[in-house]
DNA sequence: GAAGACGGTTGAAAGGTTTCAGGTCTGGAC
DNA sequence: GTCCAGACCTGAAACCTTTCAACCGTCTTC
């Protein structure tokens, strides 16, 4: 009640300076026991924080970040804010950078690339002392450029191919691989995949490892088709399903594997509201295994990715390259597993 | 590949004083390329361009901020990351701000008070222009504080008690309310409500409706339980399910109305694992519809928020009051709408 | 040819913090 | 009585940007 800052003559926020004249000691003491309290006798500490809580002094950030140069932040700028799969994965980012005392900052590039360049170019503004980033493109300049501004930058679910930033990925050419391996075990000798747009990094390795494995089983070229979303969105999995039943019966596959789960969940509620069964009728799997996989309409096999491991070895790639003076980019790559569940197996 | 700040003798960044010495203008000319072009001449204009382009120039916002009082960000503290709903607000909170012109920073307190804390003070410091929250606790004194010392707070999906904020609410007694009427209607007349804790303002008022609705329905208080969660999670809702399930036969209800969809969804994952139906054994009903309720092993009846539009107001009233100097506090309420689905239409 | 207007540019001041080389004072050792 | 160590405190400088009054030429206008 007592601790408004209009106690000021002007509506100015008070400052240091007003602490130090109130409390009858300099700036440097002020600042002393804001950073270095044990050099500050008790008596005076106390005529200082009271000071401070009579004026409702609250410290500015953007005046310590000039003179220090650096801000204790971090950021994470997300691919798709609504995807569970990047929130699991902030999740754990927020857990490493929480137990080394740095805040972090979310941003959503909602996958425009613009979106994203905004955010970046105005957190290097900000001077925070890392980026994370999961991108629309990990080859897009502006990422080099960052980096060579002086601002150490980690990419997230997406190799680099430069060698210029540190990297934490799972091996989606080999979750590609086992979900087609699983349905080519299952018997399917049509399957579709969904997913896209190909630009997208993701997309495109799932699908080269579907086809490998596709391809070594020995299955006709033309059997694999591929179907191409605009994003990956539960909508986007209603429409492509929609595409699905829209075949010539005897060209229809019987089994689909999605990109992803959103598109994935999506399919699957179209395809059960057209009395279509699953996995009788259409075989699906997923990708990422989020929360929901597990509890949807029909159990979604899905290919688990470690989430909240990714994060948190991203984060801590930062943290050591932000501390270390010899530090070296390193590659880390995880390894996804098939979760088989009533969509494939019936 | 020429744009490396490492150009500079130390290792410093380049500032607009060294572009300014690069291009043989002085400090004031440099600043007007940045924010009056229109007052540069031609020549003048693409000398400094090409200075900062060499020098790989990144303005420094800490000493914007610091000169100019104000960040032109504001930031969304969510409750609870992983769960779509927020999401979904923080969505319609980007949109607004995005056509704003503002910055959006996220951050997730996780439903701990000390994370929220630590938050909101990093947030003051960093003078935000504004800040939008979904509290733990709307009543805790922090958040008065932080619009006494000067900082706009706008509340987010909580009733304030006190008139100092605005904020942007759903009727929560009344979705409660909704929520147990259907099930009335549907001849149930043993009903649980699952969720917690009770701490929670939300789950509060969606309790009070539904005994307020049960009350008026002439039924036994006692048959309508609480069965007590600690989150709001599907982890939390599995562990509901087990303890429902471990009542003796004839004292389990024959619906439970869930606080939110995660609890719901998690218990009907519980349920229909031990071969229970739904909804011939138990209904459910959920709440905040989230777009995986409609895609669950049984479609899920749930009361529907206007997600996006609560984000979307609230930010809008944000940058109200952020601007008019004359703004008065408002309290905007939405009203909830229950979307019957399987999970209690058989 | 003088006065004024105007486009373009300058440079100092301000904004709030941290740092650091020095300052003052106290008390103990000789 | 002198000297010194240590504890405590001071105040100016630096960080980088924006703003604004002042200035300089050039062009109009009468």
New binding site residues.
């Given amino acids: 009640m007592s601790t408004t800052s209009r106690t000021l003559p002007n509506g100015?926020?008070p400052?240091?300076?007003d602490v130090a004249e109130l409390a009858?000691?300099?700036?440097?003491?002020?600042?002393?026991v804001?950073?270095r309290p044990a050099?500050?006798?008790t008596?005076?500490?106390e005529r200082v924080e009271k000071a401070m809580s009579d004026l409702g002094?609250?410290?500015?950030e953007s005046?310590?970040q000039?003179?220090?140069?650096r801000s204790n932040t971090f950021a994470y700028v997300m691919l798709d804010a609504t995807n569970p799969f990047f929130n699991d994965v902030g999740r754990g980012i927020e857990l490493a950078a929480e137990e080394a005392d740095l805040s972090l900052f979310l941003c959503n590039s909602d996958g425009r690339s613009a979106r994203e360049a905004a955010h970046l170019e105005h957190l290097q503004q900000q001077r925070v002392d890392g980026i994370l980033i999961t991108p629309v493109d990990p080859d897009e300049p502006q990422l080099r450029r960052i980096v060579q501004q002086g601002t150490p930058l980690v990419i997230v679910d997406r190799a680099n191919t430069s060698g210029q930033f540190c990297s934490v990925t799972v091996d989606d050419r080999l979750g590609g691989r086992v979900a087609i391996e699983h349905l080519v075990d299952r018997g399917h000798t049509r399957v579709a995949y969904v997913g896209g747009p190909s630009t997208m990094g993701q997309v495109r390795d799932r699908y080269e490892g579907a086809r490998a494995a596709w391809d070594e089983a020995g299955l006709a070229e033309s059997d694999l088709l591929h179907v191409e979303t605009t994003t990956m969105s539960v909508e986007e999995g209603r429409v492509a399903g929609e595409r699905l039943a829209g075949l010539p019966r005897r060209s229809r596959p019987s089994a689909v594997f999605c990109a992803n789960d959103l598109v994935a969940l999506g399919l699957l509620q179209q395809v059960i509201s057209t009395g279509q069964r699953v996995p009788e009728d259409l075989a699906i799997v997923g990708y990422d295994d989020i929360a929901f996989a597990a509890g949807a309409a029909v159990p979604l096999t899905s290919v688990r990715q470690p989430r909240q491991a990714l994060g948190r070895t991203a984060a801590e790639l930062l943290i050591e390259e932000t501390t270390e003076p010899d530090h070296e980019h390193q590659q880390v790559e995880f390894t996804p597993e098939l979760i088989a569940r009533t969509s494939t197996l019936g």
Avoid at 66 to 69: A, N, P, V
Wanted: hydrophobic share 40%; no cysteine.
């Fill in positions: 100015r926020r400052s240091v300076k009858q000691v300099s700036l440097g003491t002020v600042s002393n804001l950073n050099r500050v006798s008596g005076t500490r002094f609250v410290l500015n005046a310590r000039l003179r220090m140069g």
